[in-house]
């Protein structure tokens, strides 16, 4: 049988915390990849300049083996309110093989009501917030299992939970290939990653400029169709002259 994999998009998320799992997940056999939101089309990220494209709607994908949901700097809230999203999560739950998170997309999870009374991770920035759904926060883990349920800290982590779902999913050797493959061998030429190990200051300034970012304007919705339908027409083209 395929194994379904359904990442949810939102306007205003985080890429990388789709993007990153998703060029883990794409390598396990047998499997179908799916992108869905509330609508198929193109979903416009934080950056207000990359779109991505859901493939499928929640409706669509009634049964998916794997759920993950990323997180953002700030359209996290506005994904907990989406009451398709949250309805649908709550439907497919009791029946997935792994419901997982990246970054805030744990807080989404949250607003399911998936995550009382079980250990999880996020961003640093809004470990306090778990509590608040009735979860344990861990704010020194990467990856937090809790049963079928795992839930991965700031954005580069999903590159990370990926690889650990591959190994659960497939095996250590089928991961490592993976990792081998994309060639995810980390030597950051800094070591600031987290709270704990960066000074004060670089940590205020940091609150600070994520603040900021997070009230930038968003792209426009008709100009991100516009790329979405200029992004087709280009593979299309490429595939007819390929015929």
């Known amino acids: 049988m395929t194994f379904q994999i359904a990442i ?9 915390d789709a993007i990153g799992p998703y060029e883990v997940l794409r390598s396990l056999p047998d499997s179908e990849l799916r992108f869905v939101s509330n609508e198929v089309g193109p979903i416009v990220t934080d950056s207000g300049v990359l779109v991505l494209g859901a493939t499928h709607t929640f409706d669509e994908t ?8 990323g997180g953002s700097e700030a359209a996290t809230t506005e994904a907990m309110a989406n009451r398709e999203l949250i309805d649908w999560l709550r439907r497919v739950h009791p029946n997935t093989a792994w419901t997982t998170s990246v ?11 998936i ?6 991770t996020t961003h640093w920035s809004a470990q306090p917030a778990l509590a608040a759904f009735g979860a344990e926060s861990r704010p ?12 991965a800290a700031g954005v580069s982590a999903g590159i990370d939970l ?35 190990k960066a000074p004060a200051e670089l940590l205020r300034r940091t ?4 603040t900021k970012r997070a009230a930038r304007p968003r792209i426009p919705l008709d100009l991100a169709n516009t790329f979405w339908h200029l992004t087709l027409n280009r593979v299309r083209e490429r595939a007819a002259a390929r015929r």
């Open 8 to 16: 949810v998009l939102y306007p205003g998320m985080t890429a990388l």
């Open 62 to 69: 009634p049964a998916p083996d794997l759920v993950l949901v």
């Open 103 to 113: 970054c805030t997309g744990s807080l989404v999870l949250a607003a399911a009501d």
């Open 115 to 120: 995550l009382r009374g079980h250990p999880a």
């Open 140 to 151: 020194h883990d990467r990856i937090v299992r809790s049963g079928k349920i795992v839930t």
């Open 162 to 196: 990926g690889l650990w779902l591959v190994g659960e999913i497939a095996g250590t050797g089928a991961a490592q290939m993976v990792q081998l493959g994309i060639e995810y061998d980390p030597h950051p030429p800094f070591d600031t990653g987290h709270p704990d």
């Open 207 to 210: 609150r600070l400029e994520m």
